[in-house]
T-cell receptor, first 116, second 115 residues
Framework: AQSVTQLGSHVSVSEGALVLLRCNYS??????LFWYVQYPNQGLQLLLK??????LVKGINGFEAEFKKSETSFHLTKPSAHMSDAAEYFC??????????????FGTGTQLKVEL | DTGVSQDPRHKITKRGQNVTFRCDPI?????LYWYRQTLGQGPEFLTY????????KSRLLSDRFSAERPKGSFSTLEIQRTEQGDSAMYLC?????????????FGQGTRLTVV
């Protein structure tokens, strides 16, 4: 079984400040980890993914995440927040190899607010 | 690449009515997934297809729900005798088969409101 926990359902930062969104995972098999972003009334867009290559993963829009096996974490960061980053962010996990396809198990999401 | 397309974007229905949603995946993708997202929650897996075969169904998918992918291309999700608890965003995603570089691409979803 796999699960992810996102700490903090709402995070507020000032424009230009560091963004840190936390995600911890639980998986009985080697995981693939993903961060998705969702704007209001839209689908999900992939920001970045970890698939057992480099532990520091760079994604779109200046976001990056680091896979830390010892901490079972995959936190999302961005050095400088922009107003356009305001959205809901979801961490997700899938099994690296499975007969169950690549179905994703999502966290409950973190709503990011960016203030002037 | 026109992306994953879902139709309709919004549906309002009366309790007890049947509804059907359609998903057109990215053309070269042979895996197709349905998820349900309720307010304030992350998407929850409902079912997935590899080509035309439905390979897994979540226990969330009650007997009022049925999904098909008859020719391995588009898919439909039908909900019979809708209940207010069915109100949610229904998301479709598609991906290529394989263990690497097979991230799922999501459609914009169908928002269902049962009144």
């Amino acid at each position: 079984a796999q699960s992810v926990t996102q700490l903090g359902s709402h995070v507020s930062v000032s424009e230009g400040a560091l963004v840190l969104l936390r995600c911890n995972y639980s998986s009985s098999v080697p995981p693939y980890l993903f961060w998705y972003v969702q704007y209001p009334n839209q689908g999900l867009q992939l920001l970045l993914k970890y698939t057992s290559a480099a532990t520091l993963v760079k994604g779109i829009n200046g976001f990056e995440a680091e896979f830390k096996k010892s901490e079972t974490s995959f936190h999302l960061t961005k050095p400088s927040a922009h107003m356009s980053d305001a959205a809901e962010y979801f961490c997700a996990v899938s099994a690296a190899s499975t007969g169950g396809g690549n179905k994703l198990t999502f966290g409950t999401g973190t709503q990011l607010k960016v203030e002037l | 690449d026109t992306g994953v397309s879902q139709d309709p974007r919004h549906k309002i229905t009366k309790r007890g009515q049947n509804v059907t949603f359609r998903c057109d995946p990215i053309s070269e993708h042979n895996r197709l997934y349905w998820y349900r997202q309720t307010l304030g929650q992350g998407p929850e897996f409902l079912t997935y297809f590899q080509n035309e075969a439905q390979l897994e169904k979540s226990r969330l998918l009650s007997d009022r729900f049925s999904a098909e992918r008859p020719k391995g291309s588009f898919s439909t999700l039908e909900i019979q005798r809708t209940e207010q608890g069915d109100s949610a965003m229904y998301l479709c995603a598609s991906s290529r088969r394989g263990a690497i570089n097979t991230e799922a691409f999501f459609g914009q979803g169908t928002r269902l409101t049962v009144v």
